[in-house]
């Protein structure tokens, strides 16, 4: 019922609803499960937006606070009061069921990696500009991830880049895994050659990859985006500074702000969705009385600006958006 409501322009294809996007275009990149462990969880290949029936809920009406969302949710369901909402986020396609929370798969996942200096991960990210990776604690790397794809069952392992996702504390809450291709790609290392190589498990709400971050101190400044390679680019120019990856537009826009904050710059990302996220967290924070500022890249993002136009180039038009003391402090 939810998904013929909300995405209407789609249709069923087996255990799935298939349509184009969370914004009810036609096409088959964005698919719900309908039965299962899983029921109610979506993915956009194209995009990399995930998330559960609120999510899609939230993206489907345009809507940013969760209040407004649980309202459109109540409405449509007809409740005659907020029920309690359960979290539904977890696995988006990390195997065979399990009984154990997401949330514990997820740092039993972590514990099986390695350190990433040295190995295949390190080196995709080196190809990218990011030559040092692997001073971050929240980077590492599994050789044989297991891989299974949504749609056909197929399931392969593949090696991974592994990034934990931590909330305020430091606690990991979740994972994401970038898979890798094997390395013998005479174009160098990248991403594996599956439908979505980008996948998360876990709470990732209001969390975040994060970066030179620290759990005990106030963070007065900090810089916050989606991709983890767009927010590795600007700290490798920027290694003093705070920064979070938030994976996606939608948590992006649900980031949950540390003690003390006052300013805080939002790496922009150029897609529809990525105009979401930064208009949504900028709406929170000036709530929150957080001065939101947007870091724009000069070429499609960061990384790109960091690979073709170099770290001085970027390092000069960062310069001319921070602020003269952040300048000081960040862009010695």
């Known amino acids: 019922m939810v998904c013929r409501h909300y995405l209407s322009a789609?249709?069923?294809?087996?255990?799935?609803?298939?349509?184009?996007?969370?914004?009810?275009?036609?096409?088959?990149?964005?698919?719900?499960?309908?039965?299962?462990?899983?029921?109610?969880r979506w993915t956009d290949a194209a995009t990399g937006q995930f998330g559960d029936l609120l999510d899609l809920v939230r993206e489907a009406c345009g809507l940013v606070d969760f209040r407004d969302v649980a309202e459109e949710a109540r409405h449509f369901l007809s409740l005659p009061?907020?029920?309690?909402?359960?979290?539904?986020?977890?696995d988006v396609g990390d195997g065979p069921p399990a009984e154990r929370p997401a949330t514990e798969r997820a740092r039993r996942l972590f514990r099986m990696t390695q350190p990433l200096a040295g190995t295949l991960a390190d080196i995709y990210l080196r190809e990218r500009g990011i030559l040092r990776a692997s001073a971050h604690g929240a980077l590492r790397f599994h050789l044989s991830c297991y891989y299974r794809d949504l749609v056909t069952g197929r399931t392969a392992s593949h090696p991974a880049l592994v990034a934990a996702?931590?909330?305020?504390?430091?606690?990991?809450?979740?994972?994401?895994?970038?898979?890798?291709?094997?390395?013998?790609?005479?174009?160098?290392?990248?991403?594996?050659?599956?439908?979505?190589?980008r996948r998360a498990l876990g709470g990732l709400l209001g969390n975040g990859v994060r970066f030179r971050y620290p759990v005990t101190d106030p963070v007065p400044v900090l810089a916050a985006g989606e991709g983890i390679e767009t927010m590795l680019s600007l700290s490798h120019v920027m290694p003093g500074m705070p920064m979070v990856a938030a994976l996606t537009?939608?948590?992006?826009?649900?980031?949950?702000?540390?003690?003390?904050?006052?300013?805080?710059?939002?790496?922009?990302?150029?897609?529809?969705?990525?105009?979401?996220?930064?208009e949504g967290l900028s709406r929170r924070?000036?709530?929150?009385?957080?001065?939101?500022?947007?870091?724009?890249?000069?070429?499609?993002d960061f990384n790109d600006d960091l690979r073709r136009l170099g770290p001085d180039r970027l390092t000069a038009s960062l310069r001319a958006q921070l602020t003269p003391e952040d300048v000081v402090a960040f862009l010695p």
């Open 10 to 40: 789609g249709r069923r294809a087996g255990n799935y609803w298939l349509v184009g996007d969370v914004a009810n275009s036609r096409g088959r990149s964005l698919y719900v499960h309908l039965i299962g462990p899983r029921a109610g």
């Open 81 to 90: 009061q907020p029920e309690p909402v359960s979290d539904l986020r977890g």
């Open 165 to 197: 996702v931590t909330d305020a504390a430091g606690a990991i809450t979740g994972v994401h895994r970038t898979y890798l291709s094997s390395g013998l790609d005479p174009d160098g290392v990248g991403k594996a050659k599956v439908d979505d190589p």
């Open 249 to 278: 537009a939608n948590h992006l826009a649900g980031f949950h702000f540390p003690p003390g904050c006052r300013r805080i710059y939002i790496a922009a990302d150029a897609d529809a969705a990525g105009r979401h996220g930064i």
């Open 285 to 300: 924070a000036q709530a929150h009385g957080i001065l939101p500022l947007v870091l724009s890249p000069e070429l499609g």
